[in-house]
């Protein structure tokens, strides 16, 4: 992996983008982003998570993000990652999910490429982290994710998209707690 991509100030802000693997779309239903949710939410309360700004579109997450504690953002995300994996491959195996033997034939056709990983690999690897350590840098990608579902044609208008922080930035009250950039 490129040097150029990894979390070199710890104390920095970060846009990352985690992509499901084959770019499949495993968000289109409702307990798969309620999964990640909650997992966003525990790792805001347990590991120091700052989240600035999110969105989530159908098989990608968009993150600005920052630490506040001990823990740092590389190993936020590989938990958080590895918690998300566990629970997605659960809830597929368990749950009425129409598209069952898709997925989980692309997670173990994904882990059989990687001798490090076992039965299922449901992200791809690296988070593509971008320090945003300019003002136009952070205008920059955070226009760019909350744009995303209007540029996809979800919604009309960003703040309309609920799996997103863009409501936060339009005056609304959206399913995460975000810590506004200045």
Request: aromatic share 12%; charged share 25%; hydrophobic share 35%.
């Amino acid at each position: 992996m490129s040097e150029k991509y990894k979390f070199h100030n710890p104390d920095g802000v970060y846009f990352i983008t985690s992509t499901i693997s084959e770019w499949a779309d495993l968000f289109t239903k409702v307990v798969y982003c309620e999964i990640i949710r909650d997992s966003l939410i525990y790792c805001q309360k347990n590991k120091g998570l700052v989240i600035h700004a999110w969105c989530l579109m159908s098989n990608h997450l968009h993150l600005i993000i920052s630490r506040n504690g001990n823990s740092l953002l590389h190993e936020i995300m590989r938990d958080f990652k590895r918690h998300t994996s566990i629970k997605f491959v659960n809830t597929i195996q368990n749950d009425n999910e129409s598209r069952k033997k898709w997925l989980l034939e692309i997670f173990k056709t994904s882990a059989s490429k990687v001798k490090r990983v076992g039965n299922y690999k449901v992200w791809q690897d690296g988070n593509h982290p971008i320090e945003l350590d300019t003002n136009n840098l952070i205008e920059q990608k955070l226009n760019y994710i909350h744009e995303n579902p209007v540029k996809s044609g979800y919604v009309w208008e960003a703040e309309h998209y609920v799996n997103s922080s863009a409501t936060d930035y339009a005056g609304g009250k959206g399913l995460l707690e975000i810590d506004f950039l200045d």
